[in-house]
């Protein structure tokens, strides 16, 4: 199935966002990071609930800690600061996902490369992060600007169109 042609930056952007686990350890600067934590707030959610919220980690030994509530946090390590996203109540983590692929493009967009982390130890993640009991962060965006090299992940790709669109049915 053919594309359209000389389709907008915006478009291009989403099928060129990779997760980025090199950076520079220059800190954002806060206009992007404004830009970014724009872009999470504007984030739709099931009956605009917004159960969310999000904890910008900078401070490196914070960091540590919160990289140890995971298995593979190292491009946390790697990374100046880290946005840690809390689902609260009951909301759906269908909408934090949009949330974090907001935050991601958004942060793309503005040339600030992002990698998604996942607390495995969410519980000691919370603790970590001080997060009253009935809300939870499993998973966070490490953030910064992309390093001059990068190092191609071996897990990239996709599997092709057709086998990941089905018609009608199954
Ligand atoms: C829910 C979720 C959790 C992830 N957790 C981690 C993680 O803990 N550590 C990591 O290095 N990458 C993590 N990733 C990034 C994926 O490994 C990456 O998106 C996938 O391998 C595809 O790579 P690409 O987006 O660069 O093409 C996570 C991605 C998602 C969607």
Redesign the pocket.
Known sequence: MPGPKNLPETYRNVLR???V?DFDNRPLSDPDLHAILEAGRWTGSSKNRQSWSVIVVTDPDQKERLAET?D??D?LRRAPMAIALIQEGAGYEFDIGRLAQNVMLAAKAIGVAT????FHRHEEAARVLGIPDGKVCR?GVALGYPAAEIRR?Q??GRKPLNEFVHWNSY
């Open positions: 966002l990779r997760a686990r995971g593979f946090t491009p990698c998604p982390v996942t998973y992940s897990m990239s």
